[in-house]
Each structure stands twice: as structure tokens, then as C-alpha cells.
């Protein structure tokens, strides 16, 4: 029997004791006593391990207050990297009181359900510490105070400063200073970004922050993470002690998604990995510092399938985990330059950024710099270079791998959808209807100066884009072959009359501008050589016209025939 696969599994307790296959990350402790950090920020995309490396810092450093779940806990570390440390290491097990915060649940509507959510969080990780009220150490009034927070009844300021008061408590029961780890700190911060609520989150976390890490004695250190740094002005005011560590530190840079020789080893142990050239084309090509990460909830996901199935295709998994509202904001607002960029980069070529590592999500849309950057910080770009120009730091930035290119595809094309609803195409139908192809392609022109493409799959685009237009008339129905593959023309659009108007079009995709009039009369010529009229005549249909069409980029050409003549018109 196989270990099985800890998909969706972020405890690491759950993890190590219900035998799932763990990639052992235990030295990213060991580096993080080696710089002695104070308040530590780690900014990585989402589903890239965050929450169960917390999970892992909460096990190792915490100290229960109870001999024998201490014990417990060091026994979860037996056979890992972090116990052939040395005793400098294995020695800070159990010797810290932990508080241990996530964040990532705080995504409602409304700034009042939000903030509740929060409190709810906050006042459960109060009741995991309700030995502080048994504690001769504390005085009436804050067990009063501690017992109000972890019911949901004590103020708005007494949740801002509850993570100092907590450890204030902790302290004071045990004598040690406290640990803190936040998991995802800015998800309540975009959430409110795009409900509108950003103001009044900012202003709570703010607080929440300054109180628990700006101003507390009774801190040990703090481990913070998130998928992207926010502006310490806003955020993080006067933490003159704060360590970010990005996608582009060299520092910790292993431990946050897996490393190819982790994936390969991952692969081997499941008898898969002949496969490995597909799992590295979809899911590999991050480089945090300068360490090829794949991404490792996806690389779990696609190695789940391929255990049942050797020959299991690969998917785009992180698609429906991490927020895409960016992309689409993105395309939503893409003006000709910003087209223009979107496609070099599917082209799977590269564009060149200044960095802004400091930036808020009301900054995002203040200039294309910071929204790529934005990208580049959330996962969907990579670094491919870098260099040091005029005091500043340029990337050469590119998509990292096919699932990412995957979502930048489908959001375009869902955008393209939505868009072509709103529009009146009459004028398209009506000139099909007349065979005036010169019309059509004038249409057609216009449509694709206004879209965004993506040329290494160009038929595939071509294609939707095509049946997308086709498909907002009332009067017609729109059949498309070409993902049946079964020798039929691309596209039929016919009357849900018979004694109505029918037309078969075939698409081609030119290698250059130059044979686009060549290519539009090969496909009209392919739906008389290959009989493709015979469909919609052995259904009844008398009237058939057909149109050979053929695009280069943001060209196409239009030539249309009568379906009985044989040959081609004009």
C-alpha cells in the first residue's frame, strides 16, 4: 500500500499521524532560528503551502502547558531533516507559547460579517488558551477581559489589540514569550478590495498589527504569511523590525512549494514517473530566489489522477483554488498597449517590469508596472531574469507554465464571450446572407482589432472566436465540428427551418499575411473536395452557402461559394 496523498490536508499533526506522503520542509526552521528574524513576512502565491508550514512551526515550538501532548508533538518530528539538526535546533521544541491566527476564511460581503468572522477567529484561538483562566498569575480584571474576547462580546478595540493582549496573558501564566504565527493576512484585504469595504478591513488589520508586533513585550518572534506585501504604510506602520521575504529572495526560497527533485522522487515512490515531462511542462516554472519551485498543489492533484490512471490527462487544478478576479479585472480593462503585452506574453515571450515589491490593491490599477507586478507577486508570471538598471530592479517576466497560460485563455475567452453578447452582429448575418464575403471580413476585422489572441493555438482561437460571434443570432443554430474531429467542416450554421438559409464555413490559419487570400480560397476549394454540403442536404436543406476563411493575427480573408456550384465565387 502507497501513502496517500494529503490533498486539501494543511495540519500537519493530521498529516504525519494519518501516514499521508509528506515532503519534508522542517528546515525551513532551522533557517528561521539561524537569521533570527523578529516579525517575519513570507509572501507566496496561494496553495503553495503556507498554512501547513504554519501548522509545522505551531507543532514544533509550541509548548502546551502538558508534558505528555509535548512529547506527543516532538514524536510527530522523529524521522525528519529538523531532528539531524543539532540540539541548537531539536532544543526550541515545545519552549514557546503559540498563537496561532488564520485569516484566510474572512470573505464576506459586507465590512460587519467580515469583521465577525475575524472576532470568530480570534475568540477561538482565545478558547484553545482557557488555561489562562485558571492561572494565579492573572489578575480578575483580564480574565474578565479574556473571557468577554473569547465569547464574541468585548469590543472593537479590544479585538484590535487582542494578539498582544493574549500573549500578554501567556506570558504572564508561563513566564515565556510568545510565538505568533497570521496565515494569510491580506485574503480579508482583497476580499475588501473587491466588495468594497477596503478602507474599514485596512483599518482593523492596521491595528490588529501594530498592537500584536509593533509594541509587544512579551513577543518572541512572529511568522507571518500572504500572498502579497502589502505597503507597510498601510499596513505594517513603524515595524522597523520587519523582514519580507518575496518570490524574489534567495533566502528560504526551498520551502514553499516543491523542488524538482521533490516532484521527481514524489513521482518515483507512485510509479508515474514517466510522466514527468508533463508534469514539468504544466506545473513547474517558478523561481523563488533562484529555486525552480513547481506548484505543489497541483503537482498532488495531477499525481492523485495518475496514480488511477497512468495516462491521466493534466489539468489546470490551481484554476479553482486561487482568485482570478485579477486576470479578469486585467483583460476587463485592457486598453491597446495592455493587449498588445497580454499577447507577447502567450506568445511565450517575455516582457520587462521595474519592481514595486510595496504596492496596495488600490495601487493596483495606477499603472501597468504595478499590475504586473501584482501578477508577478500572486503566481501568474515568473521571473525568467533580472537586472539592475538607474537604481532599480527590473524582471523579465513571463507565464510560467501551460496551467497558468491555461487561465489567461479561458479568461479571455469567457470575457470574449461576455463581451459579444452585448453586440449587435445583424449586420454580419445579413451580409453572409447576401454573400458579400468583402463585409463579412470588414466585420470580422473590426472584432479582432478589439480582442485579445493567442496565437499558439491559433486555430483553436480562431475557431472559438468564430462560433462565439456566430452563435448571438435568434435566427440560426451554431454546430461546431471541430472538437469531434470526425472529417467534418468547422462550423454549420443553419435555420431551425429547413426550408431556411444553411452555410458551412472552414477556417484556416495563414503562416503569413501574404497567403491569406491562397488559404480562404484552400478552405472554400475543402468543403467541395471533402462533400461537406452532403450533411445538411441528407437533413433537408436546399438553400447552402459556404465560406472558406482564412486569419493571420488580426486579418482574416473571406471567400464565399453557392454549396451546389463546385467551385468558388468571389
Not at 474576547?149 to 484590535?160: R, S, V
Not at 521575504?245 to 516543491?258: A, C, N, R, T
Not at 479561458?410 to 461576455?418: M, Q
Request: aromatic share 14%; hydrophobic share 35%.
Amino acid at each position: 500500500m502507497k501513502k496517500p496523498l494529503p490533498i486539501g490536508v494543511e495540519n500537519f499533526e493530521d498529516i504525519v499521524k494519518s501516514g499521508y506522503y509528506y515532503v519534508d520542509k522542517t528546515m525551513f526552521m532551522k533557517e528561521l532560528l539561524d537569521l533570527k528574524g523578529k516579525v517575519n513576512l513570507f509572501t507566496r502565491p496561494r496553495r503553495f503551502g503556507k498554512t501547513l508550514n504554519l501548522s509545522m512551526l505551531r507543532y514544533f515550538f509550541e509548548d502546551t502547558g502538558d508534558a505528555g501532548k509535548n512529547a506527543e508533538n516532538k514524536e510527530l518530528f522523529r524521522d525528519l531533516k529538523i531532528m539531524k539538526a543539532g540540539e541548537g535546533y531539536v532544543g526550541q521544541m515545545g519552549k514557546y507559547p503559540v498563537i496561532n491566527l488564520t485569516l484566510k476564511s474572512a470573505k464576506q460581503p459586507v465590512f460587519e460579517s467580515a469583521y465577525g468572522k475575524l472576532k470568530y477567529e480570534i475568540a477561538e484561538e482565545y478558547k484553545r488558551h482557557l488555561a489562562v483562566l485558571e492561572s494565579t498569575n492573572i489578575s480578575s480584571a483580564d480574565k474578565e477581559l479574556f473571557q468577554r474576547i473569547a465569547d464574541g462580546e468585548a469590543g472593537y478595540d479590544n479585538y484590535t489589540g487582542s494578539l498582544k493582549f493574549l500573549s500578554k496573558c501567556l506570558y504572564q501564566m508561563t513566564g515565556k514569550s510568545t510565538v505568533i504565527l497570521i496565515d494569510e493576512y491580506d485574503v480579508p484585504l482583497e476580499n475588501a478590495y473587491f466588495r468594497g469595504f477596503y478602507e474599514e478591513m485596512v483599518n482593523f488589520i492596521r491595528s490588529l498589527f501594530e498592537s500584536a508586533l509593533k509594541t509587544n513585550d512579551y513577543l518572541q518572534f512572529a511568522v507571518i504569511t500572504g500572498c502579497l506585501r502589502i505597503s507597510k504604510e498601510s499596513i505594517f506602520t513603524g515595524l522597523n523590525h520587519l523582514n519580507i521575504i518575496s518570490v524574489l529572495d534567495k533566502k528560504y526560497s526551498e520551502h514553499f512549494g516543491f523542488t524538482e527533485t521533490e516532484v521527481l522522487e514524489l513521482m518515483a515512490y507512485y510509479n508515474v514517473d514517466n510522466r514527468f515531462p508533463i508534469m514539468k511542462e504544466w506545473y513547474n516554472g517558478y523561481l523563488f530566489g533562484n529555486t525552480k519551485v513547481y506548484n505543489p498543489w497541483s503537482v498532488i492533484k495531477f499525481l492523485y489522477d495518475l496514480y488511477s490512471d497512468v495516462n491521466a490527462f493534466p489539468r489546470p487544478y490551481w484554476i479553482n483554488t486561487s482568485s482570478n478576479d485579477i486576470i479578469k479585472e486585467l483583460i476587463a480593462r485592457a486598453d491597446r498597449e495592455t493587449m498588445g503585452q497580454i499577447e507577447t506574453l502567450l506568445k511565450g515571450e517575455t516582457l520587462d517590469i521595474q519592481v514595486h515589491e510595496e504596492i496596495t490593491y488600490e495601487d493596483m490599477y495606477g499603472s501597468g508596472e504595478n499590475l504586473w507586478n501584482f501578477l508577478y507577486f500572486t503566481g501568474y508570471l515568473t521571473k525568467s531574469g533580472e537586472y539592475f538598471k538607474e537604481s532599480s530592479i527590473y524582471l523579465r517576466v513571463c507565464i510560467p507554465n501551460t496551467e497558468v497560460k491555461t487561465i489567461y485563455q479561458n479568461t479571455i475567452l469567457r470575457w470574449f464571450k461576455e463581451k459579444i453578447k452585448k453586440e449587435d452582429f445583424r449586420d454580419l448575418y445579413r451580409a453572409m446572407e447576401e454573400g458579400d464575403g468583402e463585409r463579412m471580413r470588414d466585420i470580422l476585422n473590426g472584432q479582432l482589432f478589439h480582442t485579445i489572441s493567442f496565437f499558439d493555438s491559433a486555430e483553436n482561437f480562431y475557431h472559438g472566436f468564430l462560433t462565439g460571434i456566430l452563435s448571438q443570432s435568434e435566427n440560426y443554430l451554431v454546430k461546431s465540428n471541430r472538437e469531434t474531429g470526425n472529417g467534418r467542416a468547422d462550423i454549420m450554421v443553419k435555420s431551425p427551418s429547413l426550408r431556411g438559409r444553411s452555410f458551412i464555413l472552414e477556417v484556416k490559419v495563414s503562416h503569413c499575411i501574404d497567403d491569406l487570400e491562397e488559404d480562404a480560397q484552400k478552405a472554400l476549394e475543402q468543403i467541395y473536395e471533402k462533400r461537406y454540403e452532403e450533411e445538411l442536404r441528407t437533413e433537408g436543406y436546399r438553400k447552402i452557402d459556404c465560406y472558406g476563411i482564412s486569419f493571420y493575427r488580426k486579418d482574416c480573408e473571406v471567400r464565399f461559394g453557392k454549396g451546389n456550384a463546385g467551385k468558388a465565387g468571389n
